[in-house]
C-alpha cells in the first residue's frame, strides 16, 4: 500500500486504484531527464490502450509535486505522477538502483486484487516498459 501526493498535491493510494482494475505502477529517476521523458511520452502515447482494458497507469519518482505538476503539463500527461520525495516507497519495496547511485527504472503490474502480476527492470530498455505492461493488462481485462 502506499498513499503519496500526486502533482496536485493529493494524496493517491494504491488500494482507491484498485478499486478500479488492474495498476500499473512504473518507477522512473527523473522528471525531465531525456530517457524518462521517452518512456512517460510512451505512456501517454499509449494510455487509452490502458484505459480501455480497465487499468490505472501511475508514475513514481523522487521529484517533488511542484516538479511533476510543470512534466504533466508540460507533456501533457493523461495519468497521475506520485511523489515519493524521500524515496521511502521505494526502499520499502525494493527498487533498486542502477550502479548503486541512479534510483532504478522498474515496472509493476498489478491484477485487481493488489497482486503483482509481472515486474520488468531495465534501465535502458525504455518502450520495453509499455509493451510489458500493455500485453499483461489486455491479458487481465480479457
Do not use: W
Amino acid at each position: 500500500e502506499f498513499a503519496l501526493p500526486d502533482q496536485t498535491g493529493q494524496l493517491v493510494s494504491l488500494s482507491s486504484l484498485l478499486g478500479k482494475g488492474p495498476v500499473v505502477v512504473f518507477f522512473y529517476p527523473r522528471d525531465d531527464s531525456p530517457g524518462c521523458t521517452v518512456e512517460v511520452c510512451s505512456f501517454r502515447d499509449q494510455h487509452d490502450t490502458f484505459v480501455e482494458a480497465g487499468a490505472s497507469v501511475v508514475g513514481i519518482s523522487g521529484d517533488d509535486v511542484a516538479s511533476h505538476d510543470h512534466f504533466v503539463k508540460k507533456y501533457g500527461l493523461p495519468f497521475t505522477l506520485l511523489s515519493d520525495g524521500d524515496n521511502a516507497y521505494r526502499k520499502a519495496i525494493r527498487v533498486p538502483s542502477t550502479l548503486g547511485i541512479m534510483p532504478g527504472r522498474v515496472t509493476y503490474v498489478l491484477d485487481k486484487t493488489g497482486v503483482v502480476q509481472k515486474r520488468f527492470a531495465s534501465q535502458i530498455n525504455f518502450s520495453g516498459h509499455i509493451d510489458v505492461a500493455r500485453e499483461l493488462v489486455q491479458k487481465l481485462s480479457g
